[in-house]
């Protein structure tokens, strides 16, 4: 009797573990980043706002703010916990490849500046993934880069802002002046 | 009419009959500067009338000319934002192959299409934006300073325009004021944070930067006939629709 006590007990015990176990995944203080990703992503933790799970891998979701994009990239400034924003963050991409934005799927050559994507950034290993528009898409995920700005060189230069109307219309009026001026000599010469 | 100047034309004159006939230049300009023989008078009122009417002419074609720049700054202007507007609306390329979706971006990257509207609610300015900022886009709006970012790629995005014309509104911005572009893709606020005076050749504020930017240039004095020799440049730095 005493023992099958002990064994449900245990029964019970192992059952409440196996469901609460998932829930403990999906905790981003709790996930087992590898040495790897921390080493990549020493914030991670800061900017994760929950882990899933997605083809029996376990990764963190981060979002953020897209700063600029690029021909096979885009650059991200994740939100932190108390409001700030992450370093900048290039996430390599293919300009085909689409996401989700305000619910909508757009291609990545389509992004623009002040958009708010997520990525995936996979728990054991230094990958990170823009998350697909259908959540069946196949994740793209690429190494995890340096965080760092990206600007580029400057090659602008001084635009010519000035026209040559006001050039014009002066000239313009200084002859109609002038010949203005020899018709009233002539008329009173005349007269 | 030979007839008349046959005898006297060769009577002491090396000069020729016509010199004969037109004895008032060389009288006026050689030998009797005071005086003015009816003849060279004549002349003298012939050259005037013909400078007056050459004059009239003249300043008509230019005034003229400037008059139609105006015209086609307005209705280049109104057409342009109208356009734009109209475009705002693009088809479903989500089925499309690669190939077809790159015609279309290009065929929507005319150089007399707006790329994107500047607005300004502070100063009631609102003008197109075109790719390039040649002499036909600043008539006609605003333009894309080359080597700079565009407004939907990020960087520090340059927009150019004539201080005679759309952006001499400009000299009453005020720090603080925002800047909205509007492109087919998303709509960007920018906040102004300085206004700068600088040298026409002093580049150093149209640097990239690393987070979005705009920075808009015109010459400056505002008002000046030719070249200016400084730029008036006013900053701005992106508003985050997730922070506000």
Sequence with gaps: MRRSIYLSIIGVTAMLGGIAAPAMAADCATAQFSDAVLARFPNIRAVCTEVIEKDGQQYAVVKGDLVRTGTNAVYMKFKLADGTKSDTRKIETRPEFRVKVDGKPVSVRNLAVGQELTAYVKVSDPVIALEPAEPADTLAAYPIQDAGPAVAANTAEMPRTAGPMPTVLSLGGLLLAFAGVLTFLRVRRES | ?244
């Design chain 2, 1 to 244: 009419m030979p007839h008349q100047y046959s005898t006297e034309a060769f009577h002491g004159s090396d000069q020729g009959p016509i010199h004969k006939l037109r004895r008032g230049f060389h009288s006026r300009g050689v030998s009797h500067g005071i005086h003015l023989p009816s003849g060279g008078r004549h002349a003298y009122t012939r050259v005037l009338r013909w400078t007056e009417i050459g004059a009239y002419i003249a300043g008509a074609l230019l005034c003229s000319l400037f008059a139609l720049a105006q015209a086609d700054s307005a209705l280049g202007s109104t057409n342009a934002i109208e356009e734009f507007a109209a475009s705002l609306t693009p088809p479903d390329q989500s089925l499309w192959a690669a190939g077809r979706v790159r015609d279309y971006q290009a065929a929507q990257k005319s150089p007399m299409q707006a790329v994107a509207v500047l607005t300004i609610p502070s100063l009631k300015l609102e003008v197109p934006v075109f790719d390039t900022d040649d002499e036909l886009s600043l008539n006609r709006g605003a333009g894309l300073v080359a080597g700079m970012g565009t407004p939907d790629s990020g960087g520090n995005v340059g927009i150019a325009g004539h201080r005679d014309g759309f952006f001499r509104a400009l000299k009453d911005i005020k720090v603080g004021d925002v800047i909205e572009i509007r492109t087919r893709l998303n709509l960007h606020r920018y906040r102004v944070t300085t206004i700068d005076i600088v040298d026409k050749d002093d580049k150093r504020l149209l640097a990239d930067t690393e987070l979005p930017a705009v920075t808009l240039v015109t010459c400056y004095p505002f008002y000046f006939v030719g070249n200016a020799p400084q730029r008036y440049l006013v900053a701005a730095t992106y508003v985050w629709p997730s922070d506000s």
